[in-house]
């Protein structure tokens, strides 16, 4: 098996858990506040990467000389989890994921005025095509335009400053760090508010709170090897698999099954994220020395 199949194939894996995740966290917001799930969430998941830390070095890749940068990537991170969860209760499962493929197109944008990047023109333009597809999904001014579409926008956002701050300063912190205090953030803040959103949960919904924190950090290992064995222009195109698992997961747990408009917007921002891809792979081609 080659190193590329091997990244696609963890890719595919990473994408699969994420969207079981997904559907876990949904099923789980028909009774419990997205602050109780998100808490139990990390519970699980922040004992597993420091497991994972150990037998990836060490646990002294998880040392730190930048404690403030970690706090805020996890309050950005709260926040991330915070709105997507939440519109997770609000929407499709298909439409919410389709409307979080925007995220990596305000990671070109944010990367302008925050990392003091340009953009090329071929990017802008795939950047507007991307924007015209969420338009088409979320269609204001239309009976599907809701609040659920705005928290999962508000989702996307987020998850791009994440990403930003991980750009400007993950080249100097071990990835499991970055991930370990990302996580401890979100536990002791969401930890805070379990007074006044706590629902005893029912038997099953334990297992959910726990298959949520085990998806998460295998959907994050899976994901972590699948750029170590492929280049990125290779393996993130297979993220645009979530798709497929989320209008599966949909239609057998809900009955959801998504309109046209949600697979023409989701057909552009696809679109638009494989030609930035592509564009980046190229550049990055153009650049690389020849011997």
Excluded at 201 to 217: E, K, M, N, Q
Excluded at 262 to 281: E, F, P, Q, T
């Amino acid at each position: 098996m080659t190193s590329s199949l091997k990244g696609i194939l963890c890719m595919c894996a990473g994408v699969l858990f994420l969207a079981l995740g997904d559907a876990v966290s949904k099923w789980l917001g028909e009774v419990h506040s997205p602050l109780q799930i998100i808490f139990f969430r990390a519970l699980v998941s922040l004992p597993l990467i420091a497991l994972l830390a150990h037998f990836g070095g060490g646990l002294r890749k998880l040392r730190t000389r930048r404690p403030g940068v970690h706090l805020l990537r996890g309050l950005i991170y709260t926040a991330t989890m915070v709105c997507f969860v939440w519109g997770l209760t609000l929407l499709p499962l298909a439409e919410a994921t389709a409307i979080a493929f925007v995220a990596p197109l305000f990671v070109t944008l944010l990367s302008v005025p925050l990392l003091g990047e340009r953009i090329d023109p071929p990017v802008l333009a795939a950047s507007l095509l991307g924007f015209v597809g969420v338009l088409i999904v979320v269609r204001p001014g239309g009976d599907a335009f809701q609040l659920g579409a705005m928290v999962v926008l508000g989702a996307a956002v987020f998850y791009a400053l994440m990403m930003v701050t991980a750009r400007r300063y993950g080249a100097n912190e071990h990835l499991w760090a970055m991930v370990f205090y990302m996580t401890a953030v979100p536990l002791v803040l969401t930890g805070l508010s379990l007074p006044w959103v706590w629902q005893t949960p029912h038997p099953w919904h334990w297992l959910g709170f726990a298959a949520s924190g085990v998806l998460g950090v295998g959907a994050t290992a899976f994901i972590t090897l699948a750029f170590r064995h492929a280049p990125a222009a290779i393996a993130a195109p297979f993220d645009y698999t979530a798709m497929l698992w989320a209008v599966l997961l949909g239609w057998w747990f809900w009955g959801e099954l998504p309109d046209v408009w949600v697979w023409a917007g989701s057909a552009l921002i696809m679109c638009s994220g494989l030609a930035i891809a592509y564009h980046d792979r190229r550049t990055t081609l153009k650049r690389r020395p020849t011997a």
